[in-house]
């Protein structure tokens, strides 16, 4: 399985950017999918996950009502629109694809399938 994300770049606060994650060798369709970010020296947080079965979605407090996780499964592709970007989003954006509990589709340590990351700058 090979997870690649795109779309990061740099911003002014309050801009909006949208990262895409394109999924190969395996199917979305009965994955929970999640969004990560990573500063150095920082545990890699989640930010938000969607389950591809259409059993819902749910975000991290910081990123509520600014962020918005969706999925194509015909384009095997899981995508994270941010807008009111803040300095403190800040950091290496990565995908998470596995089949995760509920309880534990924001920890990292639960997903085994990752993406090399796209750099987000606020500044």
């Known amino acids: 399985v090979q997870l690649v994300e795109s779309g990061g770049g740099s911003v002014q606060p309050g801009g909006s950017l949208t990262l895409s994650c394109v999924v190969s060798g395996a199917t979305i369709s009965r994955a929970c999918m999640g969004w990560f970010r990573q500063v150095p020296g920082k545990e890699r947080e989640g930010v938000a996950w969607?389950?591809?079965?259409?059993?819902?979605?749910r975000y991290d407090d910081s990123v509520k009502g600014r962020f918005a996780i969706s999925h194509d499964s015909a384009e095997n592709t899981v995508y994270l629109e941010m807008n009111s970007l803040k300095a403190e989003d800040t950091a290496m954006y990565y995908c998470?694809?596995?089949?995760?509990?509920?309880?534990?589709?924001?920890?990292?340590?639960?997903?085994?399938?990752w993406g090399q990351g796209t750099q987000v700058t606020v500044s």
């Open positions: 969607i389950d591809t079965r259409g059993r819902g979605s």
């Open positions: 998470a694809a596995d089949r995760v509990p509920a309880t534990r589709r924001l920890l990292a340590r639960a997903y085994n399938h």
